[in-house]
Nanobody
Framework: QVQLAESGGGSVQIGGSLRVSCSVIVFDNKNYCLAWFRQVLGKKREGVASISSVGRRIYADSVKGRFTLSKVTLSGDGRKYNLFLDIESPTPDATAPYYC????????????????????WGQGTQVTVSS
């Protein structure tokens, strides 16, 4: 069981920067993959960046080098985190609601999760890129 809540969205100009945040609370003792998704109007939901349950970061090709995912542990028992997505030099096609999500890795996956594995979702935070 995981609770997720995003914050920090807003407007950013082309070439600017913005950080979106997600407060993560894990209610069991299990390890989870965490990820950022977005859904551009009229398009399928897209995985932007993720961190596997073993700590490896993976980025969509469209954001490599410009978006950075980081995870900060807040509690000694490892149940509370902040998940950040730093957005640098965005283009207008980055305009979308951004969602953080959590998933349990499948047995035998080596701690990795596919996009379809994500079952816990935040409410989303809007990012709007303007010229």
């Amino acid at each position: 069981q995981v609770q997720l809540a995003e914050s920090g969205g807003g407007s950013v100009q082309i070439g600017g920067s913005l950080r979106v945040s997600c407060s993560v609370i894990v209610f069991d003792n299990k390890n989870y993959c965490l990820a950022w998704f977005r859904q551009v109007l009229g398009k399928k939901r897209e995985g932007v960046a993720s961190i596997s349950s073993v700590g490896r970061r993976i980025y969509a090709d469209s954001v490599k080098g410009r978006f950075t995912l980081s995870k900060v542990t807040l509690s000694g028992d490892g149940r509370k985190y902040n998940l950040f997505l730093d957005i640098e030099s965005p283009t207008p096609d980055a305009t979308a609601p951004y969602y953080c999500a959590a998933a349990r890795p499948s047995i035998g996956s080596g701690g990795y999760c596919s996009a379809d594995d994500y079952t816990y979702w935040g409410q989303g935070t809007q990012v709007t890129v303007s010229s």
